[in-house]
């Protein structure tokens, strides 16, 4: 599933069709009419963690990528395209997405400063949320959308293997440093995997994510289904401490 900094690469890379006219739209998709978006104008992109944001002057169009989402542009695959946009010159389409209308205004919908991408976010309303969930295993903290919007299964192991924390701490036993370090460096590794992803590079800097020894001390890493996410968790039960 893509996570939010390569959401952030596709909004950068659709920047040229801002204010062109729809000339053809097609897709299989069953949950909105996409007649009527031929010959609208798309007046922005957004992005708000790993929803895709198609802005037209009275609604919005959400795509998100899911787990096997993909999209190409001014290219396509063979396969069927859920949702796709010709212009002009140029075009955009979109394959085994979730598609949704907005109708509401964006800011009515999304809180931005839960968008660990967005120059929005807000480290100490972050901070404010864990604590309403002192129960929850940081593990799960930092895939809630609502309090890390953008965060996926990578970014998580990395963040904790950095900030030398056992995915199965709970939230509510984490000092207070370390919930600041936690929210500080989930921006910090989020900016580090948009720079990477860029350069595709991303893979070579992991330290946690799939890989099999620690870097720090050499101990084998431990790979389980962690939380209610049952999601993997790659961690070191030598250097990431377990807190009480």
């Given amino acids: 599933m893509p996570e939010g900094p390569s959401i952030v690469i596709l909004k950068e890379?659709?920047?040229?069709?801002?204010?062109?006219?729809?000339?053809?739209?097609?897709?299989?998709?069953k949950k909105i009419d996409i007649a009527p978006l031929k010959g609208r104008r798309i007046i922005d992109f957004k992005s708000w963690g790993k929803h895709f944001l198609i802005c037209l002057p009275?609604?919005?169009?959400?795509?998100?990528?899911?787990?096997?989402?993909?999209?190409?542009?001014?290219?396509?695959?063979e396969t069927p395209v859920r949702l796709g946009f010709k212009f002009e010159q140029g075009e955009i389409n979109f394959y085994s997405c979730s598609v949704a209308r907005i109708d509401a205004p964006l800011d009515e919908v999304y809180d931005w400063s839960a968008d660990v991408m967005s120059k929005m976010w807000d480290s100490e309303k972050a901070i404010q949320k864990l604590k309403q969930h002192p129960d929850t295993l940081v593990c799960d903290a930092l895939l809630?959308?609502?309090?890390?919007?953008?965060?996926?299964?990578?970014?998580k192991n990395e963040v904790l293997y950095r900030i030398r924390v056992h995915p199965e701490t709970v939230v509510g036993k984490l000092p207070a440093a370390k919930l600041n370090e936690l929210t500080r460096e989930t921006v910090h590794y989020s900016a580090q995997f948009l720079q990477?992803?860029?350069?595709?590079?991303?893979?070579?800097h992991w330290l946690a994510y799939s890989q099999t020894r620690c870097s720090r001390d050499d101990a084998p890493f431990h790979k389980k289904k962690l939380g209610k996410t049952m999601r993997r968790s790659f961690y070191c039960s030598v250097c990431q401490k377990l807190y009480h």
């Fill in 13 to 29: 890379a659709v920047q040229p069709f801002i204010g062109k006219r729809i000339k053809l739209v097609e897709g299989n998709t």
């Fill in 58 to 77: 009275d609604y919005t169009i959400r795509i998100h990528l899911m787990l096997y989402g993909s999209y190409l542009i001014n290219a396509r695959k």
């Fill in 144 to 155: 809630d959308q609502h309090i890390f919007s953008g965060v996926g299964n990578i970014i």
């Fill in 196 to 204: 990477w992803r860029k350069e595709f590079t991303l893979r070579k």
